[in-house]
Nanobody
Framework: QLQLVESGGGLVQAGGSLRLSCAASGFAVSFYPMGWYRQAPGKQRELVAR???????IYEESVKGRFTISRDSAKNTVYLQMNSLQPEDTGVYYC?????????WGQGTQVTVSS
């Protein structure tokens, strides 16, 4: 059974950093293009970073140069390193296949950036 468990969020001041983790089970993250999605308050979920099966990485414009997506096949985990965080990065972060996500989502992890 497919399961995604996100962790690593928290409250951070603007300019700070966080590292998000997404532990997957029921499938191998190395076989699929994976991504991190963000749902800001009152907004739709958006894809902010993704890594292809070939390891090519694509970022949404607002996070380029600040976020880095990676994965560890041995741990079956996807990461999102977030640096220079800004208040507009606030939201719940989810990982899933990208851009064609699985129907099943994890609980997400809350990131709150204070100014």
């Amino acid at each position: 059974q497919l399961q995604l468990v996100e962790s690593g969020g928290g409250l951070v001041q603007a300019g700070g950093s966080l590292r998000l983790s997404c532990a997957a089970s029921g499938f191998a993250v190395s076989f699929y293009p994976m991504g991190w999605y963000r749902q800001a308050p009152g907004k739709q979920r958006e894809l902010v970073a993704r890594i292809a099966s070939t390891n090519i990485r694509i970022y949404e414009e607002s996070v380029k140069g600040r976020f880095t997506i990676s994965r560890d096949s041995a741990k079956n985990t996807v990461y999102l390193q977030m640096n220079s965080l800004q208040p507009e990065d606030t939201g719940v972060y989810y990982c899933n296949r990208a851009p064609n996500y699985f129907d099943s989502w994890g609980q997400g992890t809350q990131v709150t950036v204070s100014s």
